[in-house]
Structure formats: structure tokens, C-alpha cells
């Protein structure tokens, strides 16, 4: 950081602190994501655990990326009107040898990623946020993906996408409040329709059964910050 630079703190962190408990409870009940990429096949009430689990908890953090995307905006546009330093996200850390190793396997096996080794798999994050709805009702209803066609590899990679974004939550809040700034001048309502976006299916943390209730009240107190982050959101 230097002195043109105002470092960005996690506004929601005791929420923060309860999503990755409740990731490591998760975690605890059915195995960490190299665990479960290995299997060869998982039983019909396995795959229906884990994906309600990956569900919930997809659906916890994305609410309070958006609180955090929120927070990020509120504080660039009001920098912007009182001249204050600028507002930058944290860089991620530098690479280590053993991840410059893991990417450069990555490279040689595209096709056949090391079950065995997470940091080499390609995982990224789905922010979810909403699409535009379409211009006319449709024919033809979309496709609905049932637990079945969810492999073991495809719930790891998720797993293991939800466990970087814990670690690290900043750099994915900023570049999502550069997605939500862009996209909400088109679609003014698009802050509104991702706060009040539901979860899919009906997974719960019995430990923490309010978390996924605090992380969208997150998400809306953010939206209705002043200066209003992102267009039509106050």
C-alpha cells in the first residue's frame, strides 16, 4: 500500500468468521474437497447432502460478496466526491514455488487435472449473479440440473472454490463491484434482484440456522449505504 492508497477491510467479518465455521462443519460431515474428487462414485443421499451444504453456503457467501462489493463502491464514490486517496483492494498474495509448480502441471494436463492436489484445479467461483430475464417467455422451460448429473470432481471443484473465497474474500468483492457497477447501468435493478436472489435447495447448518438470513441482511444494508453503491439501489 502507499500513501495514494486506502487499504479495504472486510466490513461483514464476523459473518465472514461464521461462513468458514460453518464450511469446516461442512467439511467435518462428508470430507474435504481432494476427498470427495477422488471418489469414484457417491451414494444418491451423499451427493444430495453435499449439494445441499455447497448450496447453502455458495448461497451465504455470495450475499456477503455483495455486502463487501457494496461497501467497496460506497467508499469509491464517496473518495471520488471528497477527493480522499484512492480505494484499492488488497493484490492476492504472490505465488509460492509449490503453486508455480501446480500451474505449470496444470498447463501439461489440461485434460486430467490432479485429483489429488486442489490448488491445481481450475475452480472458479460462480457469483451468481442474476441473469437478464428474457425479452418474452419462452417455449421451452430451461433444463433444471438435477443432483445425478453432479460428480464427484464437479462438488469438489465447488468445495474447493468456496474454500479459496473464504480465505481471500476481498479481491473477488472488488472485481464483483466492478461487475455490479458496469452491468447495473443496463440493468438498473440488478443490485435489488441479486440481494434478493434464493437459495438453492433447502440445505442448513443446524449450528448456525440464521447465517444464511444475517449474510442477505448484510447484503441489503449494504445496497441501501449512502452514497448508494450501485444505480437504483437506495
Known amino acids: 500500500m502507499n500513501a495514494a492508497t486506502t487499504a479495504l477491510t472486510l466490513t461483514a467479518e464476523p459473518l465472514w468468521r461464521r461462513a468458514r465455521e460453518s464450511f469446516a462443519r461442512a467439511v467435518d460431515s462428508f470430507g474435504a474437497p481432494v476427498v470427495i474428487a477422488v471418489l469414484r462414485r457417491l451414494t444418491r443421499p451423499l451427493r444430495r447432502a453435499i449439494v445441499a451444504r455447497l448450496c447453502l453456503l455458495e448461497h451465504v457467501v455470495r450475499k456477503l460478496l455483495l455486502a463487501e462489493a457494496a461497501a467497496i463502491r460506497s467508499a469509491e464514490l464517496a473518495a471520488a466526491v471528497s477527493g480522499a486517496p484512492a480505494i484499492a483492494a488488497p493484490p492476492a498474495a504472490p505465488p ?4 508455480q509448480a501446480f500451474a505449470a502441471r496444470r498447463e501439461r494436463a489440461v485434460m486430467k487435472p490432479d485429483l489429488y492436489h486442489p490448488q491445481s484445479w481450475r475452480a472458479p467461483f460462480a457469483y451468481g449473479v442474476p441473469a437478464d430475464p428474457p425479452p418474452q417467455p419462452l417455449e421451452r422451460k430451461p433444463r433444471v440440473l438435477r443432483n445425478e448429473d453432479e460428480t464427484a470432481f464437479r462438488l469438489a471443484r465447488r468445495l474447493e472454490a468456496l474454500r479459496r473465497v473464504l480465505k481471500d474474500p476481498l479481491p473477488h468483492a472488488a472485481r464483483l ?10 440493468v438498473p435493478e440488478l443490485a435489488w434482484r441479486f440481494v434478493l436472489a434464493s437459495a438453492r435447495g433447502n440445505g442448513c447448518d443446524h449450528q448456525d440456522p440464521l447465517l444464511g438470513l444475517r449474510a442477505t ?3 441489503f444494508t449494504g445496497c441501501v449505504a449512502t452514497p448508494a453503491p450501485f444505480p437504483d439501489s437506495s
Not at 509460492?96 to 503453486?99: F, G
Open 96 to 99: 509460492t514455488r509449490q503453486t
Open 217 to 219: 441482511n448484510a447484503a
Open 177 to 186: 463491484a466492478n461487475r455490479l457497477a458496469r452491468e447495473a447501468q443496463r
